[in-house]
């Protein structure tokens, strides 16, 4: 509704307008495409005209189109519009193209506003269809232990099926069955050749056996030993030191007692064999102990042998008598005077490994016997109320005996300090001292009340 009506009227004067759309003016506007009739009076004369006004409609053109639809989701479709009459036109596409054709269009709808010069326009929608290109997702299993045990399944939708694959390792199937590990990809064609591609990593899963110290130390002394175990567990194993098997060694343990290198070769299901990490396991060095003695070892009271350790470098030296050290004898000599069982333990300074002697037994004989019936034991108190310590100084079988003879008491393999007595009644005891199944001594002892 743009049309105008500009009236003039001769001679100029005041008249009255009566128009057909009920307007009362000279002039109207606002006007659509019609007839409008004004009849205008003269003032005062009565005097009257009538006119009829045709408006037509500018015209803005009429708008036809033809177009190409979108194919494999790909933005390849066209619109051809064509305006007629012909004529200089303004076009606004509504995805912002100006021109009377448009093209690299994806699917979906597009509208035109074509207008003249007047000012008048008109507009066309235009529905672009459209396929799709196929869609994949691919899952992969990882392959193992470096065998062709993976496998890739794919999953299309989109385009329209039937569907054909083209593998990069020339595959033409939708699953990859039996493969290494690698990256694959894969190009789908459906039935109007259009296409989508991707690509999957199939990865390496690998086993790896594992050895570790389950019991002991990697550092130990002669006659020590590490257990070691493989973890995870296999069908079969087979352990090396030093990269040698071990003959027999093919338990998932294994119990190591020299200086190597100790690993295990495992098999698994469908992997293998397989080697594990080494562990380092070091034997010290551990000092030798050989006692002799520079003499007769038998012999009466106030004689003496000298017992000898073989010397060495970075060791100590304890001497010991019946299993108990001896104070003050740390030399890798020792004059033995007493009757008795004599060895030496010898340390390494530098890795405290040690190593007992063999046994050299002393004798003394002559007036042994008197000396060991005075110096072989002490006790006290004598009475006593609660416990009788007995003090000895070898190692002992103490027997107790009542009045009557019977056996109450009796200590094997006793030496050093022995607490006795509690489990008495009051009364008198004897007290026997057995050394090497001699009697040495038996004293009366009372418990008092």
């Known amino acids: 509704a743009n049309g105008s009506i500009n009236l003039t009227t001769t001679p100029a004067g005041n008249y009255n307008y009566f128009w057909s ?57 066209s619109i051809n519009l064509t305006v007629s009459p012909s004529g200089n ?45 196929p869609f994949i997702i691919a899952s992969a299993s990882n392959a193992s232990c470096g065998l062709s045990n993976g496998y890739i399944v794919t999953t299309t939708s989109g385009g329209v099926p039937p569907y054909s694959y083209i593998w990069n390792n020339g595959s033409t199937i939708s699953i990859l069955q039996s493969i290494p590990a690698g990256v694959y990809s894969v190009t789908v064609y459906d039935q109007n050749q259009c296409s989508g591609t991707t690509a999957i ?18 550092t130990f002394c002669s006659g020590g030993t590490a257990v070691l175990v493989v973890s995870p567990l296999g069908n079969s194993y087979q352990w090396t030191k030093n990269n040698v098997n071990i003959a027999g060694a093919t338990n998932s ?36 102990a050989t006692v002799t003695a520079n003499g007769p070892t038998t012999f009466c009271v106030g004689q003496s042998v000298v017992l000898n350790v073989n010397i060495q470098a970075s060791v100590t030296y304890q001497w010991r008598k019946n299993g108990v050290s001896i104070a003050g004898a740390t030399n890798s000599s020792y004059t033995a005077t007493t009757t008795g069982n004599y060895r030496c333990l010898v340390t390494k300074t530098t890795t405290s490994c040690t190593k007992l002697s063999n046994n050299i037994a002393v004798t003394v004989n002559c007036r042994e016997e008197e000396m060991q019936n005075e110096n072989a034991f002490t006790f006290y108190p004598n009475p006593f109320n609660t416990t009788l310590t007995v003090q000895l100084n070898d190692i002992s079988t103490i027997t107790v005996y009542n009045v009557l003879g019977q056996k109450l008491i009796e200590i094997k393999d006793a030496d050093g300090e022995i607490m006795i007595g509690n489990e008495l009644k009051s009364g008198m005891y004897f007290l026997e001292v057995r050394v090497n199944n001699e009697v040495i001594s038996s004293q009366r002892i009372v418990k008092a009340e």
Request: charged content about 0%.
């Open 253 to 288: 343990t294994y119990t190591g007692n020299n200086t190597g290198t100790y690993a295990c070769v495992v098999t698994y299901t469908g992997c293998g064999p397989i080697t594990s990490n080494g562990i380092q396991l070091t034997k010290l060095a551990t000092p030798t």
């Open 201 to 218: 990593t199939v990865g390496q899963n690998n086993i790896t056996p594992v050895a570790v110290i389950q019991s002991g130390s990697a």
């Open 89 to 133: 036109y303004n076009y606004l596409w509504s995805n912002g193209a100006t021109t009377q054709d448009i093209n690299n269009l994806l699917a979906g709808t597009y509208t035109v506003t074509v207008s003249n010069s007047t000012g008048c326009s008109n507009s066309l929608s235009v529905i672009v269809t459209g396929t799709s290109a």
């Open 21 to 77: 759309n009920g307007a009362s003016t000279q002039d109207i506007s606002g006007l659509i495409a019609g007839t409008y009739t004004v009849t205008v009076y003269s003032s005062g004369v009565g005097c009257v005209s009538t006119l009829s006004i045709i408006i037509l409609n500018a015209n803005s053109g009429t708008l036809t189109q033809t177009h190409v639809n979108a194919t494999c989701g790909n933005a390849n479709g």
